[in-house]
């Protein structure tokens, strides 16, 4: 019988290893940290109200809130899903500070356009869509922007769909399981190529 190669059975040691203790990180610290964070999300709908905030607050998620809007500098629209296109303003609020976005309601006409021109809005805190790519965001953890979301849509536009928790993704079970099966794949492959070796 052959000798078991070294190197390569360390280097194919290492990476079953490396994948379990990913697969350790995601069930025994990643997902609980994420169910702790969507049961704080649930509670916040019932919580009192508070000012929209300045910078992004993934915890102030599903908050009731308002602001003003001096003038809507700028409305643009983004996918809704099945609601169709969600119109997007972005507000002024004064000579200083960094300003936010409201989103005033969704429509089906990829065209829409709605004659909106500021105030106050009420609603609650939501994320604001993202056009960086998935793969970007591994790199780029710069945090994803706040809107508010308003509960009273603009003339002509269909209501917003209500906060709702299970819309928040929690995949962190899946990807254990999956370096759990990329770990028991690679050594199994290993053992098989070990076998026909030795013959």
């Known amino acids: 019988m052959r000798r078991i190669p070294l190197i390569p059975t360390l280097v194919v040691g290492m990476a079953v290893a490396a994948m379990i203790a990913l697969g350790l990180w995601q069930l025994l610290d990643r997902l609980p940290a994420k169910e702790a964070h969507i049961a704080r999300l649930a509670k916040n709908p019932s919580l009192p109200a508070v000012a929209f905030p300045r910078f992004p607050d993934d915890s102030l998620l599903f908050r009731r809130t308002s602001a003003f809007c ?6 643009r629209r983004a996918g ?3 609601a169709g296109y969600r119109l997007i303003a972005t507000c002024r609020t004064g000579a200083e500070g960094p300003g936010f976005q409201v989103q005033l309601g969704t429509t089906r006409d990829p065209l829409g356009k709605v004659d909106w021109r500021g105030g106050k809005v009420s609603g609650w805190i939501g994320h604001a869509p993202d056009s960086r790519p998935l793969i970007a965001t591994l790199f780029d953890r710069r945090p994803q922007d706040m809107l508010l979301i308003a509960d009273t849509p603009a003339a002509g536009l269909t209501a917003n769909t209500p906060p709702d928790v299970a819309a928040v993704p929690n995949n962190h079970l899946a990807y254990a399981v999956q370096w759990f099966l ?13 076998r026909r070796r030795a013959r």
């Open 70 to 75: 001096l003038e809507p500098v700028d409305i």
């Open 80 to 82: 809704a899903g099945s």
């Open 182 to 194: 990329f770990a028991g794949i690679a050594a199994i492959i290993y053992a098989i190529a070990l």
